[in-house]
Nanobody, 127 residues
Framework: VQLVESGGGLVQAGGSLRLSCAASGTIESDNAMGWFRQAPGEERELVAIIDSRDRTYYVDSVKGRFTISRDNAKNVFYLQMNSLKSEDTAMYYC??????????????????????WGQGIQVTVSS
């Protein structure tokens, strides 16, 4: 399955963006989906996860501001980002992972060799 992100760009601090991740094929219902981000000179960071039961996880820095959701019928998942801050500036990657990495506790493992990864999309927040 190939994943393609859209919806990134330049926004002022306090603004909103909605990232979309569209799959070229069917994402299995037992997969978990998530978003990672990586800023220049920084390590890749797990931002949000949604599992097959719609349970979610958010890194502390985005709680209350970001919302992850999925539309299985359309094979698309989203990251709604509100109240954006300059520190949210990064390349954002959407990821779909099968079991056993499809749990909140295991999704962060396996690196880029596990699951399907998008090519990344830039989000830049100006202060």
């Amino acid at each position: 399955v190939q994943l393609v992100e859209s919806g990134g760009g330049l926004v002022q601090a306090g603004g909103s963006l909605r990232l979309s991740c569209a799959a070229s094929g069917t994402i299995e219902s037992d997969n978990a989906m998530g978003w990672f981000r990586q800023a220049p000179g920084e390590e890749r960071e797990l931002v949000a996860i949604i599992d097959s039961r719609d349970r979610t996880y958010y890194v502390d820095s985005v709680k209350g501001r970001f919302t992850i959701s999925r539309d299985n019928a359309k094979n698309v998942f989203y990251l709604q980002m509100n109240s954006l801050k300059s520190e949210d500036t990064a390349m954002y990657y959407c990821v779909a992972k099968p079991p056993p990495y499809a749990q909140i506790a295991t999704f962060r493992f396996g690196g880029t060799k596990v699951g399907s990864w998008g090519q990344g999309i830039q989000v830049t927040v100006s202060s």
